[in-house]
């Protein structure tokens, strides 16, 4: 089929970015009415990023730097990198593995560093990954519950429950039920620990017992980005890691992997950069 005459290749490609663009914008911005305004943060970042028709070249660029890059849209659907950093298959690959992402509010963390982030595991034991195995498999309505269930106990005030992350590693061993050996929290106190290992059992519906919650405590204390300092390499100053830090961590997303044949289901995600099976907020 021919091109009609006087067919604008530009002004189409413009017309079809637009459209495209701001479709994923409206997405991202679902809980701000209309197209965005000045009333607050989200509003106005919605009106900075949609595109409009009379948008020169740099415009478009801006909106879309602002959007993709600097807001971090262009990061959708990354997590599977967290759940399978190595090309082998782990020792229970048979076994949906369930993920809880935690991380620090942007304004809490220092102009140096990114904001720290934590991520916690625990196998799904009653469910196989795929059909024909003595588990049945994990269907979309299993995790759907578990969404609901998770929406439930890792939400207060529709915004993600905090525990504090320090130099403390506590472990939590119950194989039979999805928690095997050397996983571990760091938390700065072991009433964060038990709340955080209490709420991932009562969400997967299987017995906690705190008597298998063991608190290691190092000799090494956390060090801040100003007590970490910084070292010189090449002639340069960076700055030095800082261990373990003490800092609040808010919930953030659920998500489950399947292995690493296909992408992770995405449960639930406070921060709107992934579509969940239960919506949010």
């Known amino acids: 089929m021919s ?14 970015w637009n459209q495209e663009h701001n479709r994923r914008v409206d997405r991202y911005f679902k809980d701000v009415q209309g197209n965005g305004d000045l009333s607050g943060v989200r509003p106005s970042l919605k ?37 399978n950093r190595l090309d082998t298959a782990p020792p229970v690959a048979g076994h949906p593995q369930l993920f809880f992402v935690f991380s620090q509010d942007e304004s809490a963390s220092p102009s140096e560093e990114s904001p720290i982030q934590h991520e916690k595991s625990v196998r799904l034991m009653k469910f196989s990954c795929s059909s024909g195995n003595a588990k049945p498999a994990i269907s979309k309505a299993n995790m759907t519950e578990i969404a609901n269930e998770i929406k439930t106990t890792f939400l207060s005030s529709s915004r993600g429950i905090t525990y504090t992350t320090g130099n403390k590693s506590a472990s939590y061993t119950d194989p039979d039920n999805g928690f095997p050996k050397g996983n571990y929290l760091l938390v700065n106190s072991r009433t964060d620990a038990v709340e955080i290992y209490q709420k991932i059992c009562n ?55 399947l292995g690493n044949l296909i ?19």
């Open 3 to 16: 091109l009609p005459e006087g067919f604008d290749n530009i002004e189409h490609l413009q017309r079809t």
């Open 263 to 281: 992408p992770p289901v995405f449960l639930i995600d406070t921060t709107l950069q992934n579509q969940g099976l239960v919506k949010y907020p």
């Open 203 to 257: 969400v997967i519906d299987v017995p906690f017992q705190a008597e298998r919650v063991i608190v290691n405590d190092p000799d090494k204390p956390s060090t801040t980005t100003a007590s970490a300092g910084k070292v010189t390499i090449l002639g340069k100053q960076v700055q030095n890691r800082r261990y373990r830090p003490v800092a609040v961590l808010r919930f953030r997303s659920a998500y489950i992997s």
């Open 47 to 83: 009106l900075a990023c949609r595109a409009l028709d009379n948008d020169n070249m740099y415009a478009s660029w801006m909106r879309s730097d602002l959007f993709y890059n600097v807001i971090g849209y262009g990061k959708k659907n990354l997590a599977v990198f967290y759940g």
